[in-house]
């Protein structure tokens, strides 16, 4: 059975600092994928990355960066120099290889971030 | 390009009421997924199609919940007869065939409310 995890439920932040938002997961694949999404105030998800299970290397996208360690099973997704936009609910998911694209979500961490 | 389309965007109905909710999905497009979401239990699958057939229907509550998809570019989640336990925001997403590494398409979700 595949589960993920995000422990934090709610983090507020005052704009301009870091957060990250932790996510740990569960499977017995080999071969996984693990996503971010956003979902903004309007209510619609929105993707932000991918990684397989065979790609520990991390990703920075403008102030977005992901720290994937498989030997801790985590995928942590980080802010840098938080902003007001980024207020918002963000879910981590998981897919495995031979499910389609058929994704099992985390509970979400909803964050604001204060000016 | 358009995305994924959902309808009706509000759904106010009274307890026993048949629901339809509607679906979209991104031209070319070959898997589409329905989504509940709630607080208590966040993001679920109730179903999920590959080519127009039912591939998994395992999150499906009960046997007042039924989905179809008679094309490619419609697919309609059907509750009947409707419970105030259904209300939930209900969402549609697509992506193109794959291992399980496709992102997920969004739309922007149908709240549905039963009285």
């Known amino acids: 059975a595949q589960k993920v995890t995000q422990a934090q439920t709610e983090i507020s932040v005052v704009e301009k600092e870091d957060v990250t938002l932790d996510c740990v997961y569960e499977?017995?694949?080999?071969?996984?994928?693990l996503f971010w999404y956003k979902q903004p105030p309007s209510g619609e998800l929105v993707f932000l990355i991918r990684?397989?299970?065979?790609?520990?290397q991390n990703e920075i996208s403008g102030r977005y960066s992901w720290n994937f360690q498989k030997s801790t099973s985590s995928f942590n997704f980080t802010i840098t120099a938080s902003q007001v936009v980024d207020s918002a609910v963000y879910f981590c998911a998981l897919s495995h290889n031979n499910a389609g694209n058929m994704l099992t979500f985390g509970g979400g961490t909803r964050l604001m971030v204060k000016p | 390009d358009a995305g994924v389309i959902q309808s009706p965007r509000h759904e106010v109905t009274e307890m026993g009421q048949e629901v339809t909710l509607r679906c979209k999905p991104i031209s070319g497009h070959n898997s589409l997924f329905w989504y509940r979401q709630t607080m208590m239990r966040g993001l679920e699958l109730l179903i999920y199609?590959?080519?127009?057939?039912?591939?998994?229907d395992s999150g499906m509550p009960e046997d007042r919940f039924s989905a179809k998809m008679p094309n490619a570019s419609f697919s309609t989640l059907k509750i009947q007869p409707s419970e105030p336990r259904d209300s939930a925001v209900y969402f549609c997403?697509?992506?193109?065939?794959?291992?399980?590494?496709?992102?997920?398409?969004f739309g922007s979700g149908t709240q549905l409310s039963v009285l």
């Open positions: 997403a697509s992506s193109l065939s794959g291992g399980g590494n496709e992102k997920l398409f």
């Open positions: 990684r397989n299970s065979f790609d520990e």
């Open positions: 199609f590959n080519n127009n057939v039912p591939i998994d």
């Open positions: 499977t017995r694949d080999t071969t996984y994928y």
